[in-house]
């Protein structure tokens, strides 16, 4: 079993930047593909940004490509998003997940989450 904590969300003005965590416990993350995906109440949860267990081969969404970098520290067991030139359409709550499958941009794919850390981006 994994558990999963973020941390490092909060409110930010647009064009500003944040660096969220996701801190594991309970099992060692170096065999784990991790992603991130975000919500907004009402609407389906969105991905964000994937990376392979050696961290390589990261993913990004179109809508953050360019803005957000995903990695991750294996002997920390934390993997983390930059996000860069933040826009209002960021706002969400962001969720990291984990899966022993191959790295994916579908939640389905992933079997442990964290609880969430909001991020509010103002205009």
């Known amino acids: 079993q994994v558990q999963l904590v973020e941390s490092g969300g909060g409110l930010v003005q647009a064009g500003g930047s944040l660096r969220l965590s996701c801190a594991a416990s309970?099992?060692?993350?170096?065999?784990?593909?991790m992603g991130w995906f975000r919500q907004v109440p009402g609407k389906a949860r969105e991905f964000v940004a994937t990376?392979?267990?050696?961290?390589?081969?990261?993913v990004y969404a179109d809508s953050v490509k360019g803005r957000f970098t995903i990695s991750r520290d294996n002997a920390k067991n934390t993997v983390y998003l930059q996000m860069n030139s933040l826009k209002p359409e960021d706002t969400a709550i962001y969720y990291c997940?984990?899966?022993?499958?191959?790295?994916?941009?579908?939640?389905?794919?992933?079997?442990?989450w964290g609880q969430g850390t909001q991020v509010t981006v103002s205009s």
């Open positions: 997940a984990a899966t022993l499958r191959a790295a994916s941009h579908l939640s389905k794919e992933y079997d442990y």
């Open positions: 990376i392979r267990w050696n961290g390589g081969n990261t």
């Open positions: 309970g099992r060692t993350l170096s065999r784990y593909a």
